[in-house]
Structure formats: C-alpha cells, structure tokens
C-alpha cells in the first residue's frame, strides 16, 4: 500500500519531470490551429457570433469528443470551426495556442491551417490569414518564439478545388511570405491518395514552396512511399503505418526523412489500441528523425508537453530520448541553419546548465 510519504515523493517526481520537459528547447511541426480550439473558446466565439452549437455547455460538448477513428474526429473539428468569423476570431484562437506553446518551451512552431473549411462558409481567406499571422507575429515580439504557417489542402476535396485556394492565397504572399512558407495535405486519407494532389504540388514546389503531407496515419504505407515519390515531400506527418513496409522505413532511417508523430492523436482515433502498442520510441531507437507534436490538442487530450509525458510514462523514453527529440524537432524544422545552430546551442547551454544544478 502506498504511504502518504510515497504518494508526495511521486508527486514531486512527476512536477520535475513536467519541469524538464518544459525547460527543453523544442519546436512543433505538427499542429493544426483549428484543433488547438478549447470547448470554452469555442463557446465564448459562438456566444460572440451568434452561432448556435448542438451542445448545452462545455461539459456536453467534450463528453462528444469519443472518437472512433479519423472521420469521426473531422465531423467535429470541420463544425467547431464554425464559430471562427472574424479576424479577431482567428487571432484569438492562436494566440491561446501560442501562450500554451510558450508555457511547454516550444520556441518555434509550424502550424498548419485548412483554409478551405473557412473559404467554403464565405470566410474571407484574408481574414483567416490576417488573425493568425497577427498572433504569430505579436508571439515573435514578446517571447521570440518564431513560427511558419503550412497552408493545407483539403484532400477530401478535389485537386481543382486547391487549385483555386492557392490561387486565392497567393496575392497574400507579399503581405505574409515570411510566415507562409509551407504547403500541407490533410483532412480523411483513406481513399484520397496524394496522387490525387500531383499537380498542385508540382506548381507548389516550382513557386518555391515547402512540402509536407499527412500520410500513413489511417491509410497505408503505400501511401507514404506516394508522398514521398509523386508529391515530393520533405517531411511526412504521422507516417506511423511506414513500420508495415521494411524496405520503406530503411529509406526514412537512411535518407533521415522526418516523420511528425502525433502520439496522443494516434490513440485517440485508434491507429494503434494502447499507447504501450504505440511504435514512436521503436523507430526512434531504429534511427529514425521522429519529431513528437499535439496534432488537434484540444480534441485529443494534450499539448506537446503531455505527449511526452505520455512517452515517458508508458513508453520508457528516457530523458537522453527526450533531448533527442527536441534536437530532432529543430533540424527538422523549416527554419534557417543559422536559426536552428542558434536553437540547438540554446539547448545544449540549457542542459549544461541543468547538469550543474543536479550535480
Ligand atoms: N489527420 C488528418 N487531417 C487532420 C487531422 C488529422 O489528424 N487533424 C486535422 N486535420
Ligand atoms: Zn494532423
């Protein structure tokens, strides 16, 4: 039985952990800003709007969220989005993320955003922009924390239909360039094979842009090798069902492509029963650049801080692993090699520093 004495010491243990988790310079490149929306943000917009929500309260509204798998989460995340109209909407959903971010040490984040869900309800594509780069840039001001928007395509949708959002977005590239570096793929993959997205991709690479796409998630591992051989991508988001295909998770260990692992997102929508069964530590330990991120915090249970954790505690992850991942995030990152040199020295002074205070 355990003694009030144990229950304390564990207590503490537990603070210093969360402690070191969040002293360690990290980025996150996996973050969807329309997933960061809390229940309570999300009823005050509503109220703000005059938009009406099938729920009573916020208690309803987070009893809804007991997912099955990806498409039942998207029902859910495509209407909450519905309550975003204004800039300030925009503004003030990011900056709850940035404030959040800013508590758990990430000192830069790449946020991708789905400009489709809010151009197909009559939302100005400005608007949604302006809000969230505002925030981004008032986070740059106060703390330094630097950030990219990855403008994601819905793959739902038809290629011709991200063809004009790109064509829409992009007289807004003088105005938000800095930010908007990036171009994504996302929404239900089952189905909707990056094939699909050939040509917009192509004309997104020629006009200079970075490449990411969600792939084996919920669909195959034939679906990353396609990322990777028609959509020409840097980075792959999830890409979890690569351990399925051996000849494919050698070219990611050997080519260090990176993969942005959302693990409390994975368990939620099912892509693997128990976080023991989860496979982000095997194939950190098998050499691959994994990166940890939160996905849709607010539907999923946990910021980035909390996906460690749960790393920690049921995974075995050791503190060398957690340093590992952090560096990881930085290279990976879009930044510049003079930004993440300056980054990953932030880290190792930060552990210098806590080496000689254990000691
Ligand atoms: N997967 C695919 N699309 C998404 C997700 C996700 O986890 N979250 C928001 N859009
Ligand atoms: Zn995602």
Request: aromatic share 8%; net charge negative.
């Amino acid at each position: 039985m355990k003694t009030p004495n144990d229950r304390t010491s564990q207590a503490s243990q537990q603070d210093e952990l969360v402690d070191f988790l969040r002293q360690l310079p990290k980025a996150e490149l996996h973050v969807h800003i329309e997933g960061t929306l809390e229940p309570e943000l999300m009823f005050t917009l509503a109220e703000r709007n005059g938009v009406s929500l099938p729920y009573r309260n916020v208690a309803e509204l987070r009893a809804a969220y007991d997912f099955q798998d990806l498409g039942s989460f998207l029902e859910l995340y495509y209407a909450g989005a519905q309550v975003l109209i204004t800039k300030q909407d925009f503004y003030d959903m990011t900056w709850a993320y940035l404030q959040r971010a800013h508590e758990d040490g990430i000192v830069h984040t790449e946020i991708m955003f789905d400009p489709q869900t809010h151009t197909r309800r009559g939302i100005a594509l400005e608007t949604v922009f302006a809000g969230i780069a505002d925030a981004l840039r008032d986070a740059h001001r106060r703390w330094g924390l630097s950030s990219r928007m990855i403008l994601s395509f819905l793959r739902d949708l038809s290629e011709q239909d991200a063809f004009i959002t790109l064509n829409k977005a992009l007289p807004l590239r003088q105005e938000y360039g800095d930010l908007w570096t990036a171009i994504g793929l996302d929404s239900a993959e089952l189905g909707n094979l990056p094939e699909k997205f050939v040509h917009v991709f192509a004309q997104c690479a020629h006009l200079g842009f970075r490449l990411v796409a969600h792939a084996g998630e919920e669909g195959p591992a034939e679906y990353v090798h396609n990322a990777l051989d028609v959509l020409h991508v840097e980075r792959i988001d999830h890409g979890v069902r690569s351990e399925e295909d051996p000849a494919l998770l050698h070219r990611i260990i050997d080519n260090r492509i990176p993969m942005t692992v959302c693990p409390l997102s994975n368990i939620r929508l099912g892509v693997f029963p128990s976080m023991a069964d989860h496979s982000v530590v095997r194939l950190l330990r098998r050499g691959a650049t994994v990166t940890l991120n939160s996905d849709d915090p607010a539907y999923f249970g946990g910021y980035l801080v909390d996906n460690f954790l749960a790393c920690v505690t049921e995974l075995g992850l050791t503190r060398d692993e957690c340093r590992q991942l952090a560096r990881n995030s930085i290279q990976a990152s879009f930044l510049p090699d003079d930004a993440k040199q300056a980054l990953l020295s932030a880290q190792t002074a930060e552990q210098a520093y806590q080496h000689n205070t254990v000691l």
